[in-house]
């Protein structure tokens, strides 16, 4: 009863107590009410509760486990549950992660059967469940995203958009007041209060009409929830100002998910951008195509491409010929490593004219997306919309040497007895071989050492090796960070629900600003912690010979050393 599911549940609901750690009283209560424990709820229906509590007792009395006098003593006292305190599972650690389990295991008590032939009840059967989750990462994870959104970027955003009339919506191309009307009239449709007025009869206008009466209602803040009056339609264009972020860190071997951030508070704001949104992915796409690059002999780290403006023919004999948005560098001959450090997008339209679009499209299927990604040439700046998790789980794959490793959520189902129904471990695939998986993450240690990541290194102090990609897309909609060590993988989302509200400025909105800092702030308490015995060392080094040069200065001054040209004005 009152969402406690389970003894251990239970006894923490109505004592606050283990189940090793109940008194005589409160075991003959608990017997009592466990086979219908609404109707005997001890906090609702008293009554019936402490009837049930004392046939227990007498039952204990007759068969000789307790004197009739004891039993006659316990009765007298009170039921005990003085520190009753409903669980509610819109608080408490991982909301967005317990949310997506529950469905996820309700499917699989469908699909299982009992010895009795009827299906498991994931709420009546006692099941033990044993998540991959671990609480001390969980915390972390959520503390650094509250921190970030809270204390920085949040406040950035409103400062940004101050004065603005149409704050925070920006449109291209449109007639912005128009726009934003529209969007938030859609919003007002897709609404609980809309829907269930509607369910109900009430004329389409009258309930837009209501929309703009003042009710008294409690929002969310950072600083702590807030009772006001507004009307319901000013309250959704509160809620469109806030950037919100998805967290998800797995094991790198196990495919064990330590960490699971949703969004910012799931009492507010149920929609998961974990694993139910997928949002365009930008930059974070590239390693995608430099992988094809790594696996081909003639690529290296080191090789050299012209950093020229690249046009690529389309079907229709037109031409795609993508902007950069920098000018460093232009004309000169920039390694793959600087291209993919700085996010360079004419190296990436080279290389995706000398691969093919479908080609990387099958790479990243291989490295376990399985999202529809059309075949076309902006594929190469990151056009698609990929979920956080498809993008953690295959960025994954170069921390474990070219092996896609599934992210997995639960390892053990129990029944009440403790026998095991079913294990759980992570399915493999080779996507690469491991010296093109090493290959990757040496060119994606170079964004955090020169590139678009550095300030991982002089902000936050890290001096482990960290490989990384950032990621910001059109209008700066979203902002990510993809970080693999050795021991776990880490990706990050940070934007608003709708795309239509970002960032006006590439500065305030790329990855490196919206993304970085959160996993900046979520490993370093990780690291802080050495009980959770998560490394800091150097990534492990293919079996295979690795006969190819990643420091790209060295590798200049061979090549000119190897054809008599000793000047050394043209360093990388």
Known sequence: GHNAFGIKAATATYFAKEPDSLNLQEAALMAGIVNAPSRYSPVTRPTSSMARRNVVLNQMAKYGF????????????PLG???????????????????????????????????????????????????????????????????????DLQPDFYRHWKGYTHAPFAFDNENTEEAVNHLLDQ??????????????????????????????MRVFSWAGDIDTIM?????????????QAGLMSMESKTGFVRAYVGGNDFRYFKFDHVIQGKRQVGSTFKPFLYTLAMQEGEYSP?????????????????????????????????????????????????????????????????????????????????SPDISLYEMVGAMNTFADKGVYVEPIFVTVIEDHNGNTLEKFVAKKTEAMDEVTAYKMLRLMQ?????????????????????????????????????GITPDLTTG???????????????????GAN??????????????????????????????????????????????RNSSGYKSDTDEF
């Not at 307790?66 to 006292?77: A, G």
């Not at 449709?189 to 009409?209: C, H």
């Not at 339609?233 to 950037?243: E, G, M, P």
């Not at 232009?330 to 080609?359: C, D, H, M």
């Open 66 to 77: 307790i004197s009739d006098q004891v039993r006659d003593s316990v009765k007298q006292l």
């Open 231 to 243: 009307t319901p339609l000013d309250s959704i264009r509160y809620y469109k100002f806030f950037l």
């Open 446 to 482: 170079g964004v955090v050492e020169t590139g678009t990541g550095i300030r991982l290194r002089y902000r936050y102090g890290f001096e482990n090796p960290i490989a990384g990609k950032t990621g910001t897309t059109q209008n700066q909609s979203d902002g990510w960070f993809m």
């Open 81 to 151: 549950v003085s520190k009753f305190a409903q669980m509610d599972h819109n608080q408490g650690l991982a909301r967005y992660f317990r949310e997506y389990l529950r469905g996820q295991l309700k499917k699989w008590c469908d699909e299982h059967t009992k010895p009795d032939g009827t299906s498991y009840n994931l709420y009546k059967d006692g099941l033990k469940i044993y998540t991959t989750i671990d609480s001390k990462m969980q915390r972390y994870a959520e503390e650094a995203v509250q921190e970030h959104l809270a204390n």
């Open 514 to 559: 919206m993304a970085l800092p959160i996993w900046a702030l979520y490993m370093r308490k990780v690291y802080s912690d050495p009980s959770l015995g998560i490394s800091q060392g150097d990534f492990e080094k293919p079996l295979k010979d690795v006969s190819i040069e990643f420091d790209c200065e060295k590798y200049d001054r061979d090549q």
């Open 492 to 510: 990050i989302w940070v934007g608003a629900d709708d795309r239509s509200v970002h960032f006006r400025s590439i500065s305030l909105g790329q």
């Open 302 to 382: 080191c090789y050299k491409v012209s950093n020229i403006q690249y046009s690529v023919e389309l079907y229709d004999g037109t031409f795609w010929s993508p902007k950069n948005s920098s000018d460093e560098r232009i004309g000169e001959e920039v390694t793959l490593k600087w291209a993919l450090a700085n996010s360079n997008n004419w190296i990436s339209a080279y290389l995706i004219n000398r691969f093919s679009p479908q080609s990387v499209v099958n790479m990243a299927h291989k490295m376990g997306v399985t999202s529809d990604i059309p075949a076309v040439p902006s594929i190469a700046l990151g």
């Open 187 to 216: 919003a007002v449709r897709r609404s609980e209060r809309y829907r269930v007025m509607k369910n109900a009869g009430i004329p389409t206008d009258s309930i837009l009409m209501s929309f703009k009466i003042p009710v008294e």
